[in-house]
């Protein structure tokens, strides 16, 4: 879906250039890497724990973006999805910006086409458009404020009671937004693969087989699963949550990279990933894990894959980036 051609050379590239080649100690390797090239490697909480161990910054989209816009780095090794990279690219135009895979896309990004959403947008002409920064940078470029699902109720909450809001493409995050702002949204119909798995008849059987676990969730789960979570919050706040919270075991109803972060914050807890629907990884992301330490050392080696944006895209969706940055800051 992403740059398929591209992708097709990389793996070509690395073919010919022999896997075979990797440095004995692959973390050492990538650490001189940083140094020769001045880059940073940014990682979402979902990836795999080993690129969580050699990032210099782990978090969820909103920390990243803030990492991003902020960084003094020459090159950004991004260690996320293609919508992630495309954020950083977008708030730093004359950086090298790395994807270790540029198949690693987004089911939540690909359900929002920008022919579509323009037709609908149309369709709302004195609506402003939040958009969920889990979206491509063409839709971004069609929206007057990005949020992230850790302040997407606060931005909600500033702007006038009377203005009307498209929000997109999550519908998910966007009912729970309604819920808890009380206003009433224009929802893009799409979701997360990932959040729209958890099974709830799996959940409560979870729950009665560890009856003093809290059961704590990200709002892009579907409302039968949050109904019964005791606390509902981004990846960040999930993590903050947990080591707050005196309850020794929890029931994690996101994707399970973050418990990497949470066991290694604190050993003594317990945390039991929610279970999917079907008997299979489901509850994984299977983007997310397209990214490889062997993918990063690589891309890093050779500068590739590089992510790229139309310069009238990339104007046209900072905007909206700044804006939220800015907002969420008050």
Known sequence: MFATANATAQKSALAADGRMALPKDIFAAIETLKKDLNAVVLAHYYQAPDIQDIADYIGDSLGLSQQAASTEADVIVFAGVHFMAETAKILNPHKLVLLPDLAAGCSLADSCLPDDFAKFKAQHPDHIVISYINCTADIKAMSDIICTSSNAVQLVNQLPTD????????????????????????????????????????????????????????????????????????????????????????????????????????????????????????????????????????????????????????????????????????
């Open 163 to 330: 203005q009307k809001i498209i929000f997109a493409p999550d519908r998910n995050l966007g009912r729970y937004v309604m819920a808890q702002t009380g206003r009433d949204m224009v929802l893009w119909q799409g979701s997360c693969i990932v959040h729209e798995t958890f099974s709830e008849k799996k959940l409560l059987q979870l729950k009665i087989n560890h009856p003093t676990a809290e059961i704590i969730a990200h709002p892009e789960c579907e409302q039968p699963v949050l109904r019964h979570a005791s606390y509902i919050g981004s990846t960040t706040a999930l993590l903050n949550y947990v080591a707050a919270s005196p309850s020794n075991s929890f029931i994690v109803a996101t994707e399970p990279g973050i418990i990497h972060q949470m066991e290694k914050q604190m050993p003594t807890k317990r945390f039991i990933p929610a279970p999917p629907e079907a008997n299979c990884a489901c509850n994984e992301c299977p983007y997310m894990r397209l990214n490889t330490l062997e993918k990063l050392y690589w891309a890093m080696k050779h500068k590739t894959p590089e992510i790229t944006i139309a310069p009238e895209i990339g104007s046209a969706a900072l905007a909206p980036i700044q804006r939220m940055l800015e907002m969420s800051a008050r």
